[in-house]
């Protein structure tokens, strides 16, 4: 039972680290992706949700280690109700938002930006930086409107130096950024989802070991002997005879 005990806390400990690692990533992909989407969209949206789902991973898988150390039933309880919780929120938010519609709003703003390049330059230059690319589908867009290269399409804004231009459109650079996004936050939310199904899965079966074990220590003393038995009393009747011949 001891060595069943052990293992158990153990695999609890080493999940939740895990867990704990893999929402420290998932707040840093998101604070990372915030600052590249547009406020009041659907990307602003989830980058903020991953980032509070994230916080609150790492927050509770904090208070499931103190449980495994203190092995406290209610402290493990508590904690695999909470982990439920987090299990369920993330399968919905996987579910709800969609990479591929985060990719159509940001190729409209993109195709807007470039609409507008005449006009206001400076959303479509924000994108080149952020992306490192240079016009729609490459950088001689700008010449087919008549306009002149900005800096916004070289390395570091050097315009001096040919070699420094992007060739790639901005197109190109937003669909490749956002597949590897998607690559990068699918393997992440799999992994913690997995992590998380095991966390609760161990951490119920400690908080039913803890049950048993508390249990036993009810009806064990704390010396771990048996209690003593009643000592059986004599009857004298049949000793009438002893007692007449003193």
């Not at 989407?37 to 509070?52: K, S």
């Not at 799999?190 to 049950?211: K, N, Q, T």
């Given at each position: 039972?001891?060595?069943?005990?052990?293992?158990?806390?153990?695999?609890?400990?080493?999940?939740?680290?895990?867990?704990?690692?893999?929402?420290?990533?998932?707040?840093?992909?998101?604070?990372?992706?915030?600052?590249?989407?547009?406020?009041?969209?659907?990307?602003?949206?989830?980058?903020?949700?991953?980032?509070?789902?994230?916080?609150?991973?790492?927050?509770?898988?904090?208070?499931?280690?103190?449980?495994?150390?203190?092995?406290?039933?209610?402290?493990?309880?508590?904690?695999?109700?909470?982990?439920?919780?987090?299990?369920?929120?993330?399968?919905?938010?996987?579910?709800?938002?969609?990479?591929?519609?985060?990719?159509?709003?940001?190729?409209?703003?993109?195709?807007?930006?470039?609409?507008?390049?005449?006009?206001?330059?400076?959303?479509?230059?924000?994108?080149?930086?952020?992306?490192?690319?240079?016009?729609?589908?490459?950088?001689?867009?700008y010449k087919y409107r008549r306009?002149?290269?900005?800096?916004?399409?070289?390395?570091?804004?050097?315009?001096?130096?040919?070699?420094?231009?992007?060739?790639?459109?901005?197109?190109?650079?937003?669909?490749?950024?956002?597949?590897?996004?998607?690559?990068?936050?699918?393997?992440?939310?799999?992994?913690?989802?997995?992590?998380?199904?095991?966390?609760?899965?161990?951490?119920?079966?400690?908080?039913?070991?803890?049950?048993?074990?508390?249990?036993?220590?009810?009806?064990?003393?704390?010396?771990?002997?048996?209690?003593?038995?009643?000592?059986?009393?004599?009857?004298?009747?049949?000793?009438?005879?002893?007692?007449?011949?003193?």
């Amino acid at each position: 039972m001891s060595v069943i005990f052990t293992a158990v806390k153990c695999f609890v400990f080493a999940f939740n680290f895990f867990s704990l690692l893999l929402g420290i990533c998932i707040v840093c992909l998101n604070i990372f992706g915030l600052e590249f989407a547009v406020r009041n969209t659907d990307e602003h949206t989830y980058c903020i949700v991953g980032i509070i789902l994230g916080s609150f991973v790492c927050m509770s898988t904090l208070f499931g280690c103190y449980g495994v150390i203190c092995e406290s039933l209610g402290v493990n309880v508590i904690y695999s109700f909470f982990m439920l919780m987090l299990l369920c929120t993330q399968l919905l938010q996987m579910q709800t938002y969609k990479h591929q519609k985060f990719f159509i709003n940001a190729l409209d703003l993109l195709e807007d930006a470039w609409d507008d390049v005449d006009v206001d330059p400076n959303a479509m230059q924000s994108v080149e930086i952020n992306y490192h690319c240079c016009g729609l589908y490459n950088a001689n867009d700008y010449k087919y409107r008549r306009m002149e290269t900005p800096a916004s399409c070289y390395r570091y804004q050097n315009a001096t130096l040919e070699s420094n231009l992007f060739s790639r459109g901005c197109v190109e650079a937003l669909e490749t950024s956002y597949h590897k996004t998607m690559e990068r936050e699918n393997i992440f939310n799999w992994s913690l989802l997995i992590c998380e199904c095991a966390v609760f899965l161990y951490s119920c079966i400690l908080s039913i070991l803890l049950f048993k074990r508390t249990q036993s220590r009810d009806h064990t003393p704390e010396d771990g002997h048996l209690p003593a038995q009643p000592v059986q009393r004599i009857n004298h009747c049949n000793s009438r005879t002893h007692l007449l011949s003193n």
